[in-house]
């Protein structure tokens, strides 16, 4: 089967992270979404930019604009918060989009973390279409340990298997590190994250080998073929499957929400963000066994990690990039900053 084309030279518009805000903010707004959600999911957005995470940036707003033209996605959610157990809180998103439902549930799951020691947050009919690092940094940088876990629609096989039965099933973990930026990774239970294969797909390159397999069953680095039909394969076989199943089963079976492929049975295929749940976990260091050195001790592990050349942390090319990105702005595809001005209304 014949590869993907040669890649061209993508011709791109600059724009800085406020521009990034403001045309996401006003896109939404010309869609259906009231001023509250709108600056919540374009504070999402913008994040996503300035860190270059393409994938989960400005890319991702025709599939807003879709959900909430079709009117899956309720553009004026109002999130409504449930106290349900000394260590456990609920938010209901009411059909919104995740990031205004996250922002609610924040202070609550603090405040529980910090009289439990742990504490859950589990967040209900949401539409999540980002990446989860941004919610658990924002627990790191208050001096918390944070988990956070979601689904997505079947994308992903089971090991072994032919049939998209788990989602990307992303998880992220934020540790806290006092006087400097928080130790942060984000990943998918796949082997490469969706919007990156659509990216490839976009521009014209391959994935590499393990990514996906075609509608035959068929190994592919193909983005098309992986996508037209074919599935995403765990990364490390049934490692990243069984890590997928138990996502599916603290999103959906633990909290009362949608496993993936649910998620995909209610949609209306508007290609937009599917409907289902999100789960948090917050931890205290300060209520633990070592409230003093815990942060001290962490460190010593890390300058182990960093002390050979060529090694870092995860995060910190993120933090490289938010760096540059927050004088020099953003490179936007030509292509998608023409198509949001025309779903912005000109």
């Not at 374009?42 to 989960?56: G, P, V």
């Not at 859950?120 to 944070?146: R, T």
Request: proline residues 7%; contains cysteine; negative net charge.
């Amino acid at each position: 089967m014949a590869g993907p084309a040669a890649p061209t030279a993508a011709a791109s518009v600059h724009l800085s992270l406020g521009e990034v805000h403001a045309l996401a903010s006003r896109c939404l707004v010309a869609n259906g979404c009231d001023a509250v959600n709108a600056g919540a999911v374009a504070d999402t957005i913008a994040a996503a930019e300035r860190d270059i995470c393409l994938s989960h940036g400005l890319f991702r707003l025709p599939g807003y604009v879709a959900s909430l033209r079709s009117g899956k996605v309720n553009g004026s959610a109002r999130p409504q918060v449930e106290d349900l157990a000394p260590g456990v809180v609920r938010v209901d998103g009411k059909g919104g989009f995740a990031p205004l439902a996250l922002q609610a549930g924040r202070e609550p799951l603090m405040g529980k973390a910090r009289s439990q020691g742990i504490a859950a947050l589990a967040l209900n009919d949401i539409h999540h279409f980002a990446a989860l690092w941004p919610e658990v940094e924002a627990l790191a940088e208050q001096g918390l340990c944070a988990f956070a876990f979601t689904a997505a629609f079947p994308y992903v096989v089971a090991a072994g298997g032919r049939r998209p039965i788990y989602g990307t099933n992303p998880m992220a973990f934020a540790w806290p590190r006092p006087g400097r930026d928080p130790l942060v990774f984000d990943q998918a239970s796949s082997a490469l994250a969706r919007g990156e294969i659509m990216i490839a797909a976009r521009e014209g390159h391959e994935v590499p080998p393990g990514t996906g397999i075609d509608a035959d069953g068929n190994a592919t680095t193909d983005p098309k073929a992986i996508l037209d039909g074919g599935a995403q394969l765990p990364f490390g076989g049934y490692k990243g499957a069984s890590i997928a199943l138990m996502i599916e089963l603290l999103v959906g079976a633990l909290i009362g929400d949608k496993f993936s492929f649910e998620a995909l049975a209610a949609d209306n295929g508007d290609g937009g963000p599917p409907k289902g749940g999100e789960l948090m976990l917050a931890i205290d260091p300060a209520r633990f066994g070592d409230p003093e050195g815990f942060a001290a001790h962490a460190e010593l592990l890390f300058a182990q990690i960093t002390a050979e050349e060529g090694v870092r942390l995860p995060a910190d090319r993120r933090r490289r990039n938010r760096a540059t990105t927050a004088t020099a702005g953003v490179a936007v595809d030509a292509a998608l900053h023409a198509r949001i001005l025309d779903l912005a209304g000109g």
